[in-house]
């Protein structure tokens, strides 16, 4: 495609639509191919991000313009989307902010470029389940499923063959990540939620909810199913098919029995369905429950004894960035690292990847609860202002290494993912 | 050529129809018993009468103590110009709209709180009304079917009534692939199925045209005697009721103005409003200057101004306020001025000038002034009579007439 | 020339609107045909020409249940709305005398209509939840001992939600069909012995059907690729088949949701078929 | 009796309408403490003044921006297009019975298809999707052929001989069309920028796959209902219905004053 100028793009008039997009032509929407005449400087440049409510947080963006001096555009998504868009809309996005799990799918629709490590400052520093696999002994590296690790690197620069073993390329540069479990309402449940099995409990009948995301779902149902004693599986992160019809034929059941209240497929959704009474017990995510204490309703992230179920976010680039843009992403993924988003995401109960970075930018009190399991020297303060926690509560499943220590499973993409896809959506609409 | 003429002469089969006063007692003397609608296809027709009837919407006075009777197997038209009300008692007398106070009577029934089906009597709509997803036999049938008659004596009924309006072969079509007077002919003979008493008839012919509507009127008066049923007739076309009626009702704001044969009415209208609107008859308003006898008829001297003296038959109080009327077709014209300054008891003469003169067929319009007054006049001939007088646009004239022809309208 | 210029116009002024519907309609649907039969995997899709999408929807008993489901929603809603728009249709073209009042109460059948349906639809969550208005007016009057769970997240739900959707689309055809009722039918069918329910029978609802016909279209094809409703008031438990090509969708299972699509287009077609035959939509224009 | 019972019916049919919806208006008239269930906490206007400010993810205003303007092109293209193609169909020309059915499948296709099947031309061609090219495209396929049937019906009624009266006056075909046939039609022109608007403005399911990169309000909406747990979304309906029902009024007013005229 010939590189079309904003004038060129508004002489040939392609649709009425172009022209009334004046408004907003400053920005292009495909990247020009071709090495930039312009070379001005990365202040000109306007990275669009697309990712999960999670992390696309403007408050971020407003805090990464003001440090970076150029441009970020965020789009909010749920996951299934973000996925989706990174797979099949590249011209959409500069930077994928997307999670693990999904990359056995995006790295070979070659919508990303490989991530040169050597560029990243603080790559060394990052949480080391990342980027060697292991991390101080913790079992976390034999977790089932997809392990950031797995498919951290690729094995050259224009390969998209992931790497076992650390190159220079990588796919992803993580940011955050957590261990997720059931959250309950303390109010409504009359007992301590202690293992996965309670989410099949009669006793909450019409009362639970689970996530409506495959490649996460499955791995609570999975964990659910094992802890109640309903079947067994060889690799809980990597299915047969048989596996995967016994588990639905499971939740299938489960689901007729009326078990279920509702999915949700985003992590607001899932506070909604908490907070609005709807439904006691779910599998939900860290920064949820916090959500939902936000508002002034009990909840708590229950330790399991059979553990947690992790995952890992990141950032990655899309092929087409070069030139300026390739360098402002890169300042960017520097930029995130550096430790405010760290502190910022931390205050929600997320970890940041690179720890003692996001300590410096968090409170000692801080970082005593959400990290070292502590109870709250004062009162825990979201990032939004709103009081989590009183001074004196301990966050539920403790420090950051008994949390992280104890994750028997990564959110996990299959080899028989298209065939788990369908089986789950029988799920969901029978 | 005058389909009219091949018209039955007219029965009048009751008394000289009268307007009643108000405060009238008793039953109405026109009506009959009525009999079974089912029985027979002739059903023994009903007399209607209103008494004292008064129809009012909010603060609107529709229409204002109406005394009516109609006498059993009439025709009967209610004139007037819209909104005079005629429309107003037409449904009224069906039963589609609430009498205010007074009551209706059909034959000695008392009806003012029946249900239109109750009181035997059918109305044809304007735009005759036919349901246009029915099928015309399922039109005829529609209100045997709604009266639970047989299936079998409906078929027989509708038959005969589809046959009679000579449309049998058009039974399994819609009424929008009916020409206007085929639907016409439809509307009736739904309306007649039900062997009513009484039939209404709501401007029956005013969506025909011209030729049509001269066709239909001596059908509608054929099957009223063969039917020998009360017809109500609302129309405001006056050569229509002339046309149509035993007795013709001359309706202006909700009031009746004159009840009379055809013939009463154009020979001696009883107000202004009905002289004015029966014909173009010519209007002088004046005051009652002298009462006398004219060929011992007692009669009235009339002082027009800006026209002097006009003598009519009537009588009044001195004084009072008056006018009178003179038909176009009974003054003369005449070219001669001179002794116009000695006007006869007997003779009515005004100076005019030809204004206008429009050659419509048999008969001449010929538009007059007043110079004096600048009122305007018509004079009518017949157009032989006419082109051989020789009279010119702007020729001054002297229209006469007797006071015999001449009639006075009281205020 | 003028000739030739005057049978060429109409052409030339039809050709924009023909052009649109080429590219937005037409070639998007030949292009779902050709697509249903191809291959995918977790992320792309191939060309091919294999019948294997078609097959796994007809061999799946989840997929049949799905259509079932659709069809039940569909007719449920379909009803229901024929149900609410004959007697307010009614009750405004009939019961009100003052020409003015009946535009206004009609407007005011209208003004939701005109607002988001995503909102109107987020608006019977804190009405139906379990801690909702409704539930805590029952057990407030003590019909109930425990919330209703049923309002909300539920078949229920869901058809409420779509019927306050899509009632307009009923509504206002058969409005403008029983407006169009030439009120002396009425006074004829009266003056021949029809009694109110035969006057409804025998005139006013036969010559309501064109109206009726096409509300049902509108309602039958709005809900039957449904899926915000079913998925917002369902709580993501509820199918159709909507929402199923939209979870397809959201897979990255193309050929399949286009497979689906192309079954989905042929029922509403064959279902939009039936209901022209009822009605020369040209006609009611 | 009957008159009684149905307008009981239509009180409860109103309930029905509006009922859920001032829950939410209710719901967002709250103090900053206001959750998004009842019962109320306290009043105020916060939530009303929070739609615009910065969210925590994702922007009101300017998703309100774009279905503004994308709304405007929608009514425009539909009005030309609808108004020539209305016109053609006044003389009878070959092809004119596809057309007409070609618009009316345009109304029965179901809206997912629509979305479905652009999104995967644009994907299969590697054209971007955007919300002002293929978002108006699948707009068009909803708002056109309300238009059109709004059009062919208002020239089934509209006396030609206006046009040759015109004509025979000595206009042209264009001063024909600005001069007799415009104003005639404008009434009708004023309705269909109305309801074309607003089935643009509202319009979900068919834009859901092919906004492309920017969100149009009702696709941010139903994006909020995902990732907004405050009343902040009661109170961007509060306002997004308040903006709907001005435009129906301003739409309103200005029908009957042009069909006064």
């Known amino acids: 495609?010939?590189?079309?100028?904003?004038?060129?793009?508004?002489?040939?008039?392609?649709?009425?639509?172009?022209?009334?997009?004046?408004?907003?032509?400053?920005?292009?929407?495909?990247?020009?191919?071709?090495?930039?005449?312009?070379?001005?400087?990365?202040?000109?440049?306007?990275?669009?991000?697309?990712?999960?409510?999670?992390?696309?947080?403007?408050?971020?963006?407003?805090?990464?313009?003001?440090?970076?001096?150029?441009?970020?555009?965020?789009?909010?998504?749920?996951?299934?989307?973000?996925?989706?868009?990174?797979?099949?809309?590249?011209?959409?996005?500069?930077?994928?902010?997307?999670?693990?799990?999904?990359?056995?799918?995006?790295?070979?629709?070659?919508?990303?470029?490989?991530?040169?490590?050597?560029?990243?400052?603080?790559?060394?520093?990052i949480a080391s389940f990342f980027t060697t696999g292991d991390f101080n002994g913790l079992p976390v590296e034999t977790a089932q499923g997809t392990a950031p690790i797995k498919v951290m690197y690729l094995s050259d620069q224009n390969s998209s063959e992931f790497s076992a073993t650390p190159t220079d390329w990588a796919t992803l540069i993580p940011f955050q990540y957590n261990a997720d479990t059931l959250g309950y309402r303390p109010d409504l449940v009359d007992k301590e939620i202690t293992s996965w099995a309670?989410?099949?409990?009669?006793?909450?009948?019409?009362?639970?909810?689970?996530?409506?995301?495959?490649?996460?779902?499955?791995?609570?149902?999975?964990?659910?199913?094992?802890?109640?004693?309903?079947?067994?599986?060889?690799?809980?992160?990597?299915?047969?098919?048989?596996?995967?019809?016994?588990?639905?034929?499971?939740?299938?059941?489960?689901?007729?029995?009326?078990?279920?209240?509702?999915?949700?497929?985003?992590?607001?959704?899932?506070?909604?369905?908490?907070?609005?009474?709807?439904?006691?017990?779910?599998?939900?995510?860290?920064?949820?429950?916090?959500?939902?204490?936000?508002?002034?309703?009990?909840?708590?992230?229950?330790?399991?004894?059979?553990?947690?179920?992790?995952?890992?976010?990141?950032?990655?680039?899309?092929?087409?960035?070069?030139?300026?843009?390739?360098?402002?992403?890169?300042?960017?993924?520097?930029?995130?690292?550096?430790?405010?988003?760290?502190?910022?995401?931390?205050?929600?109960?997320?970890?940041s990847a690179v720890p003692e970075n996001a300590k410096k930018f968090m409170s000692a009190e801080e970082w005593d609860f959400w990290y070292e399991g502590k109870p709250a020297a004062v009162d825990m303060v979201d990032p939004f202002g709103k009081t989590l926690e009183k001074a004196g509560a301990v966050r539920d499943g403790g420090s950051f290494e008994e949390r992280m220590g104890n994750v028997v499973v990564w959110n996990s993409t299959m080899d028989e993912q298209v065939y788990l896809v369908q089986k789950w959506n029988e799920f969901i609409a029978a | 050529m005058?389909?009219?003429?091949?018209?039955?002469?007219?029965?009048?089969?009751?008394?000289?129809?009268?307007?009643?006063?108000?405060?009238?007692?008793?039953?109405?003397?026109?009506?009959?018993?009525?009999?079974?609608?089912?029985?027979?296809?002739?059903?023994?027709?009903?007399?209607?009468?209103?008494?004292?009837?008064?129809?009012?919407?909010?603060?609107?006075?529709?229409?204002?103590?109406?005394?009516?009777?109609i006498p059993a197997g009439a025709y009967c038209c209610l004139l007037g110009p819209s909104g005079c009300g005629k429309t107003t008692a037409l449904r009224m007398i069906a039963g589609h709209e609430a009498v205010t106070a007074g009551e209706v009577l059909i034959g000695d029934r008392v009806v003012t709180q029946l249900p239109p089906a109750k009181r035997n009597t059918a109305m044809m709509f304007q735009n005759?009304?036919?349901?246009?997803?029915?099928?015309?036999?399922?039109?005829?049938?529609?209100?045997?079917?709604?009266?639970?008659?047989?299936?079998?004596?409906?078929?027989?009924?509708?038959?005969?009534?589809?046959?009679?309006?000579?449309?049998?072969?058009?039974a399994d079509r819609k009424p929008n692939m009916l020409s206007g007077g085929q639907q016409q002919r439809i509307a009736l003979a739904r309306a007649l199925v039900t062997r009513p008493q009484v039939l209404m008839l709501d401007e029956p012919l005013s969506a025909l045209d011209e030729n049509l509507r001269v066709r239909m009127r001596g059908e509608l008066r054929k099957i009223q005697q063969q039917f020998k049923l009360t017809f109500i007739q609302v129309t405001h076309h006056v050569e229509e009721a002339f046309s149509l009626s035993d007795q013709v009702v001359v309706m202006n704001h909700g009031r009746i103005d004159q009840v009379a044969t055809p013939t009463e009415l154009f020979n001696a209208p009883a107000s202004q409003f009905v002289a004015k609107f029966i014909g173009d008859n010519n209007i002088f308003e004046g005051r009652v200057s002298r009462t006398c006898r004219i060929n011992g008829i007692e009669s009235v001297e009339l002082t027009v101004e800006g026209i002097g003296t006009l003598y009519c038959q009537g009588s009044a109080a001195l004084n009072a306020t008056a006018a009178c009327s003179v038909r176009p077709d009974l003054m003369q014209l005449d070219p001669v001025l001179e002794d116009l300054a000695a006007p006869s008891t007997e003779t009515n003469q005004v100076p005019v000038r030809v204004v206008d003169v429009e050659m419509t067929g048999y008969v001449t319009r010929v538009s007059l002034i007043v110079e004096a007054t600048g009122q305007t006049m018509l004079y009518k001939a017949r157009t032989t009579d006419w082109m051989g007088a020789g009279i010119s646009v702007g020729q001054p004239l002297r229209a006469t007439w007797s006071a015999e022809d001449c009639v006075f309208l009281p205020s | 020339m003028y000739k030739s210029w005057k049978v060429l116009q109409p052409y030339l002024l039809a050709t924009p609107q023909t052009l649109i519907f080429l590219m937005f309609l037409v070639f998007p649907i030949l292009m779902i045909f050709v697509v249903s039969f191809w291959q995918f995997n977790g992320y792309a899709m191939t060309p091919a020409f294999t019948f294997e999408n078609y097959v796994n929807i007809f061999s799946s008993q989840v997929s049949l249940a799905t259509y079932l489901n659709t069809f039940k929603y569909v007719t449920l809603v379909w009803g229901l709305c024929v149900a609410i728009a004959l007697p307010v249709s009614y009750y405004l073209a009939f019961c009100i005398k003052r020409e003015s009042i009946r535009v206004l109460l009609f407007l005011l059948c209208t003004i939701p209509f005109w607002t988001s349906n995503i909102i109107r639809m987020i608006s019977w969550i804190p009405l139906l939840g379990r801690e909702g208005l409704v539930n805590q007016a029952l057990l407030n009057l003590n019909l109930v001992q425990q919330p209703v769970e049923w309002l909300l997240y539920s078949d229920f739900a869901i058809v409420l939600g779509m019927v306050h959707l899509y009632n307009f689309f009923m509504i206002a055809p058969v409005f403008n069909s029983m407006m169009r009722i030439d009120r002396t039918l009425i006074t004829a069918a009266r003056d021949m012995g029809a009694s109110g329910f035969e006057v409804l029978k025998e005139i006013i609802l036969p010559l309501t059907a064109p109206g009726m016909a096409i509300g049902s279209i509108f309602v039958v094809t709005l809900t039957m690729g449904e899926y915000v409703t079913v998925r917002l008031m369902g709580g993501g438990q509820a199918a159709s088949i909507g929402k199923l090509i939209s979870t397809q969708i959201g897979s990255l299972q193309y050929p399949l949701a286009a497979a689906n699509a192309v079954i989905l287009l042929l029922f509403t077609l064959v279902m939009v078929t039936g209901i022209l035959r009822v009605v020369d939509i040209q006609k009611e224009l | 009796?009957?008159?009684?019972?149905?307008?009981?019916?239509?009180?409860?049919?109103?309930?029905?309408?509006?009922?859920?919806?001032?829950?939410?208006?209710?719901?967002?008239?709250?103090?900053?403490?206001?959750?998004?269930?009842?019962?109320?906490?306290?009043?105020?206007?916060?939530?009303?003044?929070?739609?615009?400010?910065?969210?925590?993810?994702?922007?009101?205003?300017?998703?309100?921006?774009?279905?503004?303007?994308?709304?405007?092109?929608?009514?425009?293209?539909?009005?030309?297009?609808?108004?020539?193609?209305?016109?053609?169909?006044?003389?009878?020309?070959?092809?004119?019975?596809?057309?007409?059915?070609?618009?009316?499948?345009?109304?029965?296709?179901?809206?997912?298809?629509?979305?479905?099947?652009?999104?995967?031309?644009?994907?299969?061609?590697?054209?971007?999707?955007?919300?002002?090219?293929?978002?108006?495209?699948?707009?068009?396929?909803?708002?056109?052929?309300?238009?059109?049937?709004?059009?062919?019906?208002?020239?089934?009624?509209?006396?030609?001989?206006?046009?040759?009266?015109?004509?025979?006056?000595?206009?042209?075909?264009?001063?024909?069309?600005?001069?007799?046939?415009?104003?005639?039609?404008?009434?009708?022109?004023?309705?269909?920028?109305?309801?074309?608007?607003?089935?643009?403005?509202?319009?979900?399911?068919?834009?859901?796959?092919v906004s492309g990169q920017y969100n149009t309000l009702p696709l941010e909406i139903f994006g909020m209902t995902t990732n907004v747990t405050s009343p902040a979304l009661y109170a961007l309906g509060t306002l997004t219905t308040l903006f709907s029902v001005t435009m129906i009024a301003v739409g309103f007013g200005a029908y009957k004053s042009l069909s006064r005229q």
């Not at chain 1, 009326?258 to 999915?263: I, L, P, S, T």
């Not at chain 2, 029985?39 to 009468?49: D, L, P, R, S, W």
């Not at chain 4, 009434?187 to 068919?206: M, N, V």
């Open chain 2, 128 to 170: 005759y009304a036919l349901f246009p997803h029915k099928t015309i036999w399922q039109n005829v049938d529609f209100g045997l079917k709604m009266q639970r008659v047989s299936k079998a004596e409906r078929t027989q009924r509708v038959g005969e009534i589809l046959e009679l309006v000579g449309l049998s072969h058009t």
């Open chain 1, 1 to 125: 495609m010939p590189k079309f100028t904003r004038r060129r793009l508004l002489q040939t008039g392609l649709a009425t639509g172009a022209a009334l997009a004046t408004a907003r032509c400053g920005t292009p929407n495909n990247p020009a191919p071709g090495p930039e005449v312009n070379t001005n400087s990365i202040k000109d440049v306007t990275l669009r991000f697309i990712g999960t409510g999670v992390a696309q947080i403007n408050d971020i963006r407003d805090k990464a313009q003001e440090d970076l001096g150029f441009k970020i555009e965020l789009k909010a998504l749920s996951t299934e989307e973000n996925n989706q868009i990174a797979i099949t809309q590249p011209g959409q996005y500069d930077m994928f902010d997307g999670e693990y799990f999904s990359l056995p799918l995006v790295i070979p629709s070659g919508n990303l470029q490989a991530i040169d490590v050597k560029r990243i400052k603080s790559f060394d520093k």
């Open chain 1, 198 to 351: 309670d989410l099949f409990d009669p006793a909450f009948n019409g009362k639970t909810s689970i996530l409506d995301i495959p490649s996460i779902g499955i791995m609570d149902a999975a964990l659910v199913v094992e802890a109640a004693g309903l079947m067994t599986f060889g690799d809980k992160g990597n299915m047969t098919r048989e596996e995967i019809d016994q588990i639905t034929e499971i939740l299938i059941e489960k689901k007729r029995e009326g078990q279920f209240r509702a999915f949700w497929k985003t992590f607001d959704e899932s506070v909604n369905l908490m907070s609005s009474g709807e439904v006691v017990l779910q599998s939900m995510w860290s920064p949820a429950v916090t959500a939902v204490k936000a508002q002034g309703i009990e909840c708590v992230y229950a330790p399991l004894k059979e553990g947690y179920r992790a995952w890992g976010g990141g950032i990655g680039m899309s092929a087409a960035l070069e030139g300026a843009k390739l360098d402002a992403a890169y300042a960017y993924m520097d930029w995130l690292l550096d430790g405010w988003v760290g502190a910022f995401l931390g205050r929600q109960g997320y970890y």
């Open chain 2, 2 to 69: 005058n389909p009219d003429s091949a018209q039955p002469s007219r029965i009048v089969s009751s008394p000289p129809v009268s307007v009643r006063s108000a405060d009238a007692d008793g039953r109405a003397d026109a009506g009959q018993m009525p009999t079974d609608a089912r029985q027979g296809i002739v059903t023994e027709a009903a007399g209607v009468a209103l008494r004292s009837v008064t129809k009012k919407y909010g603060p609107v006075t529709a229409i204002e103590n109406v005394t009516l009777d």
């Open chain 4, 1 to 209: 009796m009957i008159k009684l019972l149905l307008t009981a019916f239509f009180a409860l049919f109103v309930l029905f309408l509006y009922g859920p919806m001032l829950a939410i208006f209710t719901l967002s008239l709250q103090g900053p403490d206001g959750a998004l269930t009842f019962p109320v906490r306290s009043f105020g206007f916060y939530w009303l003044g929070q739609v615009f400010q910065e969210q925590r993810v994702g922007s009101f205003v300017e998703s309100f921006q774009r279905s503004l303007w994308l709304g405007l092109a929608v009514v425009a293209i539909a009005i030309i297009v609808s108004v020539m193609a209305s016109m053609a169909f006044r003389a009878r020309f070959k092809g004119s019975l596809a057309l007409f059915y070609l618009t009316i499948s345009s109304l029965v296709v179901p809206g997912v298809l629509i979305s479905l099947g652009i999104g995967i031309t644009f994907q299969v061609l590697d054209i971007q999707t955007n919300w002002f090219s293929s978002g108006l495209g699948a707009h068009l396929t909803w708002t056109v052929p309300f238009a059109f049937l709004i059009m062919l019906g208002v020239f089934n009624r509209f006396n030609p001989y206006y046009e040759e009266a015109a004509r025979d006056l000595g206009a042209g075909e264009v001063r024909t069309f600005q001069e007799v046939v415009l104003p005639l039609i404008l009434p009708s022109l004023i309705g269909i920028a109305l309801l074309g608007f607003t089935l643009s403005y509202d319009e979900f399911i068919r834009t859901s796959l």
